[in-house]
């Protein structure tokens, strides 16, 4: 139910408080754009005049007094109870039927006690701002108030007022088969109601708007692409084109129902990670991957790390809508990449590079030919690649017996070019195994059942045996009497040996240390010696102490 002015406006006096100013202010354009006076201080008031004289005045001048209630007001004390008290000396002078003041809730809350005897009227409640036009209307009729306002075919008030809408619109674009969401918030305010009435708009404008608000946006979006909207984002607010569209498209449709647009936020919901990533550059990681190589014995185990920026944004739309990871993109590429070089590699040429010296290395073949797939997917610029070649049972075998050197073991010699000399003569021999022999490769994955104790408990046999053997073939004088420069003959002849343990364990060894043992014959003399040098100290320490009894006795006398 609603009203047409047709003489002179309706003064309606809003009191409140100003902690309900932004609900004043929306009651405010709501009462003018249905043709009312509301007189409020923050508008009536000029500079210079007496605020309180002014707002007395108003009240006496107005048609009715609206008093705003909410639970800042009730039980608040200020000048707006002066204002209910003055409101209600008013009223005393008028008819018990008369209707002046009209108490409004914003929302629930306690009416004070004074003004409880007034109905009031609840603006939060569906029929409550229909309830307030006509209490103006019939309060108008009663006190006989010269403006000459009555009920008009003018839409509901619910329907032509100020009016807040959200909503949320799910449409396609170019390239992503599912839907985007855009959430609006509009606050749109009546202007024209000539326009409002030829377009005849249903009862439900607020329908109308969202169906509008639907329509507008996908014929915006149609031809637009989800890195479009993105990239709109970065943009400054102002800036953002697309933005502009829809808020120029929504305001004309508004202007042709004659409304204007007071208020819009537009809220994309999309994931903002790549704009980010543009930003910032990116970082993907691949930890512990393992990758099969050209022998079906052997895997490598490799983490590798990637850091780069994207030069052409723009021009990676296929890899940026809601159903794509860039990131996990990425990822799979850099696995692919090296799983296709891995599974076509020689692991000896990966784990022993120093081998094969005409070759680049694989592990720098496997940078270059990531950073050439992301440059050339991506657009990637500045990239940065780290391979880390991670253990496995391979590498850790090879590292326990490298770090487990230098190891030492004896020999037992018997020279058969000295037939005379039968006696054993002993060597300690200290062995270094520096990893896996240039060709033994092979040979040593063949080998992979034994522990570690066990394979250096066999190299050592073998090592024994053969070191005993060739030995053998040189004279005991040779053997025993050891100068530098025979000392470095049999070192050489030991060394021999290192061909024999690539053959039969594939591992790379240096025989760094050969001293000769004492002999037994030697060990036993050695004892005779000892024994002859400590029975000589125990005479020659008898003989003191006689000696210095013969002194003693001689003082004596």
Not at 324 to 340: A, D, L, S
Not at 504 to 509: Q, R, S
Request: glycine share 4%; charged share 30%.
């Amino acid at each position: 139910m609603n009203v047409t002015q047709k003489k002179r406006k309706l003064q309606l006096f809003l009191s409140y408080t100003h902690r309900d100013e932004v609900e004043v202010e929306t009651l405010y354009q709501k009462l003018s754009s249905f043709g009312f006076k509301p007189w409020i201080d923050i508008v009536d008031i000029l500079p210079g005049e007496n605020w309180e004289w002014s707002i007395k005045k108003a009240i006496r001048q107005s048609d009715f007094f609206i008093v705003c209630l909410s639970a800042n007001s009730v039980n608040r004390r200020g000048f707006l109870q002066k204002e209910i008290l003055e409101a209600i000396n008013i009223c005393e002078e008028m008819l018990p039927d008369d209707i002046f003041i009209i108490p409004v809730r914003f929302h629930k809350c306690e009416v004070p006690e004074r003004l409880q005897k007034y109905q009031w009227v609840d603006l939060f409640e569906e029929k409550g701002w229909d309830l307030l036009i006509k209490a103006i209307h019939e309060g108008t009729i009663r006190r006989q108030i010269k403006a000459d306002i009555t009920l008009s075919d003018q839409p509901e008030a619910s329907q032509y007022s100020i009016k807040s809408i959200q909503h949320f619109v799910k449409c396609h674009v170019k390239d992503y088969s599912g839907k985007i969401e855009i959430k609006y918030n509009l606050l749109i305010k009546p202007e024209n109601y000539k326009k409002y009435k030829s377009e005849r708009i249903s009862n439900d404008l607020e329908k109308w708007i969202i169906n509008q608000l639907n329509v507008t946006t996908q014929n915006v979006l149609v031809e637009k692409r989800y890195i479009d909207i993105l990239l709109d984002l970065e943009l400054e607010e102002d800036k953002r084109e697309i933005q502009r569209e829809l808020v120029k498209e929504i305001r004309k449709t508004l202007e042709s129902i004659g409304f204007s647009l007071k208020h819009i936020i537009i809220d994309p919901k999309i994931d903002l990670t790549p704009l980010k990533l543009k930003r910032d550059g990116f970082i993907v990681e691949e930890n512990n991957a393992i990758f099969a190589t050209l022998d079906n014995r052997v895997n490598v185990k490799l983490s590798i790390a990637v850091v780069g920026k994207i030069k052409y944004f723009e021009k990676i739309s296929q890899y940026i809508t809601p159903d794509k990871n860039i990131m996990e993109e990425m990822r799979q590429i850099i696995n692919n990449v090296t799983k296709e070089l891995m599974y076509n590699a020689d692991p000896e040429q990966f784990y022993m590079p120093v081998r094969f010296p005409s070759q680049e290395p694989l592990t720098e073949k496997l940078r270059n030919l990531i950073e050439e797939k992301l440059e050339k997917e991506f657009f990637a610029e500045n990239v940065t690649v780290v391979v880390k070649i991670e253990e496995t049972d391979l590498i850790k075998r090879i590292i326990k017996l490298v770090n487990g050197s230098p190891y030492r073991f004896e020999i037992q010699i018997i020279p058969l070019l000295s037939l005379g000399h039968r006696e054993m003569i002993p060597f300690e021999v200290e062995l270094l195994i520096n990893g896996i022999d240039e060709n033994g490769w092979g040979t040593f994955l063949s080998r992979n059942s034994e522990s570690q104790e066990e394979e250096v408990k066999r190299i050592q046999e073998v090592l024994k045996k053969d070191i005993e053997s060739n030995f053998q073939k040189i004279t005991a004088d040779s053997l025993m009497t050891i100068d530098i420069t025979k000392y470095r003959e049999l070192l050489k002849i030991a060394r021999h040996s290192h061909s024999k343990i690539a053959k039969i364990f594939g591992l790379d060894i240096t025989i760094s240390q050969l001293s000769r043992k004492l002999t037994l014959v030697e060990k036993t003399r050695q004892k005779i010696l000892h024994a002859q040098i400590e029975n000589q100290k125990k005479k020659e320490f008898a003989k003191m102490k006689v000696n210095d009894g013969t002194e003693e006795s001689g003082d004596a006398h």
